[in-house]
């Protein structure tokens, strides 16, 4: 089953992606070239909050977006003129960087009488392992792990998505970037929790794992947070134990939901994973475990496509051209930012999901 594969096509979209901490260019080609590309990361802004700070994530998108697609252009020598789309990001997101990129795509298509393509942020990630992967068809279980999102999805087509679970509170990656906070390991927290759970022991601690065997499909972190600042205050663990069994059970945790995903939904010919949390090593040797195991083949983007970037909007905006064909017109230049925008318009709102749903 499935739609066909995109076939080769040469137009050329630009894509903008401003909905988190991320600014970031990119200019794709429908045949999944990526002509030129650039991010800027905030990280040095947030970094003394411990997390992203709404005010001043919008602030940066809007000093950096007008010079990096300058930039951007320069580098790959192309005007406007040159470009037949020009994607972004319009939700979910932080509200105040979207309104930045999407505005400014909105310029920029006006300015060139060129179509104009509002992205959900979530179908970027969605369709982003089919710019890695050109041989991935669809359908596919996608699970999205990263800062903001946390969801498992089966990838039926272009604009064809089923929401399988999601998070009733944290996303996988607020989860490791509080339990860093907690541990005093500075921010974001994913890298620096795996490395010194490389240190401990991931039996040491006994902490929950949250959901675990319930049939609800859904992921919970929140206590497992709780579970860590408890075990730090008990004094009777180190933090390279607190931090290695945390990782055991959270990779615990992704694993028994995805066994429920794939038992309500299943089966898949293939296991994707996306979003900044995709980089720890521990999750991908279970998944890829995982995968093996149910006869899946695995697939994970390479880490500049699994975070957030602006090639995976420019792509979701040239696979929605493939797709609509000579019927595409792209969508109205008042088109609304939207700050929560779920990809399965039929999933249930779930109590806690923020963003993330
Ligand atoms: O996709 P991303 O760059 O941005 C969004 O949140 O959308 O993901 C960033 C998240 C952060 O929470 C970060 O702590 C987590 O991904 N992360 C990791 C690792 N590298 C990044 N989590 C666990 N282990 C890692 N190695
Ligand atoms: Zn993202």
Not at 173 to 194: H, N, S
């Amino acid at each position: 089953m499935g739609l066909p594969t995109h076939t080769p096509d040469t137009r050329l979209v630009l894509g903008i992606e401003s909905s988190c901490d991320e600014t970031a260019v990119a200019l794709v080609r429908g045949d999944g070239t990526i002509v030129a590309q650039a991010i800027a990361s905030q990280e040095a802004e947030h970094a003394p909050y411990g997390g992203v700070v709404p005010e001043i994530a919008a602030r940066a998108h809007a000093e950096r977006l007008a010079p990096m697609l300058e930039r951007v252009m320069g580098e790959a020598g192309v005007g406007l003129d040159g470009v037949d789309a020009i994607a972004a990001t319009a939700g979910p997101g932080l509200i105040g960087g979207v309104m930045v990129g999407l505005v400014s795509a909105k310029a920029l298509a006006m300015a060139s009488d060129k179509p104009l393509l509002a992205i959900n942020h979530l179908e970027g990630h969605a369709l982003s392992p089919r710019l890695a992967d050109r041989s991935l068809a669809f359908p596919y279980l996608l699970l999205l792990v990263s800062g903001g999102h946390c969801q498992i999805l089966s990838v039926e087509g272009v604009g064809r998505y089923r929401r399988l679970a999601t998070t009733i509170d944290d996303a996988l990656g607020e989860a490791f970037d509080k339990t860093a906070k907690l541990l005093r390991l500075g921010y974001p927290g994913g890298p620096q929790v795996e490395r010194l759970a490389l240190e401990g022991n991931p039996q040491a601690v006994p902490l929950p794992r949250p959901l675990k065997g319930s049939r609800e499909p859904h992921f919970s972190f929140a206590g497992l947070k709780s579970a860590v600042l408890r075990a730090l205050e008990s004094g009777q663990h180190t933090p390279a134990d607190i931090a290695a069994s945390f990782q055991q059970a959270a990779v615990e945790c992704l694993i028994d939901r995805l066994e429920h995903a794939l038992e309500a939904a299943g089966p898949f010919p293939a296991l994707v994973v996306a979003g900044g949390v995709a980089a720890n090593k521990a999750v991908r040797t279970a998944l890829e475990a995982f995968a093996k195991a149910h006869a899946m083949r695995f697939s994970a983007p390479p880490l500049m496509l699994c975070t957030d970037n602006a090639a995976m909007i420019a792509w979701a905006g040239c696979e929605r051209m493939a797709l609509e064909g000579a019927d595409f017109t792209g969508d109205p230049l008042d088109i609304a930012a939207r700050p929560r925008w779920p990809l399965d318009p039929a999933a249930e709102a779930v109590r806690g999901a923020g963003y993330k749903a």
